[in-house]
Nanobody, 115 residues
């Protein structure tokens, strides 16, 4: 199993930037894909970005050109650089790691975009 701990959320003004981190531990060798998802109040959880072990990246249309997903294998950490933030990006952001049929989730980090 994989344990995931997100950090880096906070309050930021529209147009600002934040970088989220997700520290992974446990059976990380078996992870095939990692990603970021978000869930706003009253809405379903939605995909933000994913990164496969082979380096293939997928972004939601709503964040393309503004967000960048990356990883540092030395520290078993996944990142999400978020630029040009908008109020509609306000959500609880979750890290996700898949091991075959098993999906692991972190507890989330809150991002609030407001003036």
């Amino acid at each position: 199993q994989v344990q995931l701990v997100e950090s880096g959320g906070g309050l930021v003004q529209p147009g600002g930037s934040l970088r989220l981190s997700c520290a992974a531990s446990g059976s990380i060798f078996s992870i095939s894909i990692m990603g970021w998802y978000r869930q706003a109040p009253g809405r379903e959880r939605e995909l933000v970005a994913t990164l496969t072990r082979g380096g293939f990246i997928n972004y939601a249309d709503s964040v393309k050109g503004r967000f960048t997903i990356s990883r540092d294998d030395r520290f078993n950490t996944l990142y999400l650089q978020m630029n040009s933030l908008k109020p509609e990006d306000t959500s609880l952001y979750y890290c996700n790691a898949r091991q075959g049929a098993v999906t692991n989730w972190g507890k989330g980090t809150l991002v609030t975009v407001s003036s």
